[in-house]
């Protein structure tokens, strides 16, 4: 069975900190995305990583993928209150099938 | 444009009623998706059109029945619903067999069966 988990689910930080988000998956593949979603509204893609060693940055967040490790990591530098909101990550094994992490809801604290 | 939409916003329906989703987007993308998301749940895949055919169905009741009647347009024709299916409903394309295929979501319905 096919498995995307992202710990921690739950991550409440203050302005100014950094954290890291982690997003496991069971099965081989070399394409992840992660998406952030507020609250009642859509996903919005953040991060398209397609390659073991990729590393892409935006702002206060940077995403960087490890295939063999099989483990992407979405790190958060200098928390602010706007990066509030649930982050996903989606693992796409077959060309056009996403799966999707069970989410990391992030609350930025002042 | 890189804009999918969704129509309605909003839907209220009881259980005998027969009501659309519609989702468009003109990114020439030929692969869409039709999504079911609870609260504080990741999005659950229902449905994939290939190059409008349906090329996934995961094992969705038949009360959601899909619909691709040209490159750029997706519906869900909804029938009988429960309670249960009250859910934020978004569509998403992208591009078919290409590495990246980065999927652009659309705002999403929010479909309350009462």
């Known amino acids: 069975e096919l498995k995307v988990e992202q710990n921690p689910l739950f991550l409440s930080m203050q302005e100014g900190k950094n954290y890291t988000i982690y997003c496991n998956y069971s099965?081989?593949?070399?394409?992840l995305y992660w998406y952030r979603q507020d609250p009642g509204k859509s996903l919005e893609s953040l991060f398209v990583?397609?390659?073991?060693?990729a590393v892409k940055q935006e702002g206060r967040l940077m995403a960087s993928l490890d295939t063999k490790a099989r483990l992407s990591t979405l790190h958060i530098t200098a928390a602010v209150h706007d990066l509030s909101a649930t982050y996903f990550c989606a693992v796409d094994y077959t060309g056009n099938q996403f799966y999707f992490g069970t989410g990391t809801s992030l609350t930025v604290i002042p | 444009d890189t804009e999918v939409t969704q129509t309605p916003k909003h839907l209220v329906m009881g259980m005998t009623n027969k009501k659309s989703l519609k989702c468009e987007q003109h990114?020439?993308?030929?692969?869409m998706y039709w999504y079911k998301q609870k609260a504080k749940k990741p999005p659950e895949l229902m449905f994939v059109y290939s190059y409008e055919k349906l090329s996934i169905n995961e094992s969705v009741p038949s009360r959601f029945s899909p619909e691709c009647p040209n490159s750029s347009l997706l519906n869900l024709h909804l029938h009988a619903l429960q309670p249960e299916d009250s859910a934020l409903y978004l569509c998403?394309?992208?591009?078919?067999?290409?590495?990246?295929?980065?999927?652009?979501f659309g705002p999403g319905t929010r479909l309350t069966v009462t």
């Open positions: 099965t081989t593949s070399d394409r």
């Open positions: 998403a394309s992208s591009q078919r067999g290409i590495a990246g295929g980065e999927q652009y």
């Open positions: 990583l397609l390659s073991n060693g």
């Open positions: 990114m020439g993308h030929r692969a």
